[in-house]
């Protein structure tokens, strides 16, 4: 963490100071950027100001306050300052993550709800049920009947990669080990290096924005890769449409019916599936990597849930989306990874379209807004023991996360992991059916343990924004004698694959 030159106090013209914050401007927070944020949150409260070179970040550390600025006031604090790494240059100010709040933004929202929402998710049910079969089923083959220590991953990669490859061109891979896999990942892995909101000095010193510095050259790269991967992809369902070729209903499919009656450019349609495809493969992969992270440590933790699933399901067959609400610790399970390891610790930044007063403290306009997911994450008040993972918090919860962010009492909310506002993740709903499918089946399946001699890190991890565990192999040990025969009834499609 670096400093330079002391911070600027503005007031309004009534002299409503900014919140209070650090005597310092800083030049970035480099790595770890939740760690100096969440004391700050223990010493200036609720809501604190910090410069970052000449841009003032406004930080939110209380889901009152979240509410209030967010939800209540969200007309005015839903758009996005356009960072230079992220949104201006990797982006192209395109995408649904990166574009300000205005037309174009909620266009391409409502395109995204199309396929996301609860009724559209309920047509996704057989693949993710069956990507969820191969998870299972391929890590067993690599673990060799539990006989060989497993990096899980490129399996929880492809198993997000296929899910977001069958919503959005109707496709899939067959082997964690094709290209495709890897190069997807890459590019996602490669984002959410570059593009941390405290960590790049060239988004808050604008004369580095000039000069050519390697992130600069690598924005760029990234930009031109996502362009060449992505847009190659799409003209491939553009050829089998035009052959005559049937064509299962998917994201692209809709776009190129829908281009000119919505007015998309080549590169709108390119963004929105690059923002569908990046963001769904890297967090939902990212929450498995931590759970299967997590349970070796905790053995009492799968032993409770391994008898809620032996009572509940049984061992003759395994868990399916019908029997979420009979399992309800194994529900308590998912959401205390996505609270412990939320996949954006700072979610992505929201900025504020004109002057405000919150409280007596003056919020500028273009202030940049940032929701502080761990402090909400640790609040002892809300979560006592915050730091321990502990399911049985959410024992009696019976609503699904999607339903928790509309509750009225947001002091009660479940987690913040998919952010707050209008710009809440429009993948929510998406995000929890591949979730639960995946982590209730490997519950069902597997013992975790750790491999001797190599400890699994639970305080470390890889991406400047989104974040995963540190490369790490784990045991897999089938629970009962019927996994083998329920992992391996089904075979692998060989269809519609690259």
Not at 53 to 66: C, K, R, T, W, Y
Not at 358 to 363: A, D, P
Not at 372 to 399: C, I, K
Not at 430 to 441: I, P, Q, V
Request: aromatic share 12%; net charge neutral.
């Amino acid at each position: 963490m670096r400093s330079f030159i002391l911070r600027k106090n503005l007031t309004d013209s009534k002299g409503n100071p900014l919140p209070p914050g650090p005597s310092l401007r800083y030049a970035f927070l480099r790595r770890y950027p939740e760690k100096p944020l969440y004391k700050w949150a223990k010493k200036y409260g609720p809501i604190y100001s910090v410069w970052m070179g000449e841009q003032l970040f406004v930080v939110i550390n209380d889901a009152a306050v979240a509410r209030d600025l967010l939800v209540v006031h969200g007309s005015n604090f839903s758009s996005r300052w356009p960072y230079f790494m992220k949104n201006q240059t990797i982006l192209g100010g395109g995408a649904i993550t990166a574009s300000p709040y205005n037309d174009t933004w909620r266009k391409h929202r409502k395109i995204a709800m199309w396929l996301l929402n609860s009724k559209a998710v309920d047509t996704y049910a057989g693949t993710i049920d069956y990507e969820a079969h191969m998870l299972a089923r391929s890590l067993y083959e690599a673990s060799l009947d539990g006989g060989s220590a497993v990096n899980p991953a490129y399996f929880a990669g492809r198993f997000a990669l296929n899910n977001m490859l069958t919503l959005a061109f109707g496709i899939r891979t067959v082997s964690a080990s094709e290209p495709l896999v890897a190069e997807a990942i890459r590019l996602g892995m490669e984002f959410m290096q570059l593009t941390g909101p405290w960590t790049n000095m060239i988004d808050f010193v604008k004369i580095l924005q000039w000069l050519p510095t390697p992130s600069r050259a690598s924005a760029r790269k990234l930009h031109s890769d996502f362009l060449d991967v992505y847009g190659a992809m799409i003209n491939q369902v553009k050829d089998r449409i035009d052959a005559g070729e049937e064509v299962p209903d998917c994201l692209v499919k809709t776009l190129l019916q829908c281009q000119h009656e919505e007015e998309l450019s080549w590169k709108d349609m390119c963004f929105i599936v690059i923002a569908f495809t990046t963001g769904g493969v890297h967090s939902t992969s990212g929450i498995i990597e931590w759970f299967l992270a997590l349970m070796p440590s905790h053995p009492h933790i799968q032993a409770k849930a391994c008898e809620e699933l032996d009572r509940v399901v049984g061992r003759h067959a395994w868990p399916t989306a019908n029997d979420e609400m009979k399992l309800p610790y194994c529900r308590a399970i998912i959401k205390e990874v996505l609270r412990v390891h939320a996949p954006f610790w700072m979610g992505t930044p929201h900025c504020s379209d004109e002057d405000f007063v919150y409280n007596g403290y003056y919020i500028p306009k273009n202030t940049t807004v940032v929701l502080n997911v761990y402090a909400l994450h640790h609040n002892e008040d809300r979560y006592p023991e915050s730091s321990t993972f502990n399911p049985d918090r959410y024992l009696g919860d019976e609503l699904s996360s999607s339903e928790s962010a509309k509750q009225s009492n947001v002091l009660l909310r479940d987690h913040w992991a998919f952010g707050a506002g209008r710009r809440l993740c429009p993948g929510m709903i998406m995000a929890e059916r591949e979730l639960w499918m995946a982590l209730s089946r490997l519950l069902w399946a597997f013992r975790f343990e750790e491999v001797p001699g190599e400890p699994i890190s639970l305080d470390e991890y890889e991406g400047l924004s989104g974040r995963t565990p540190l490369p790490f192999r784990v045991k897999l040990q089938p629970r009962h004698e019927n996994v083998r025969d329920i992992l391996l009834e089904r075979d692998e499609v060989s269809i519609n694959v690259f």
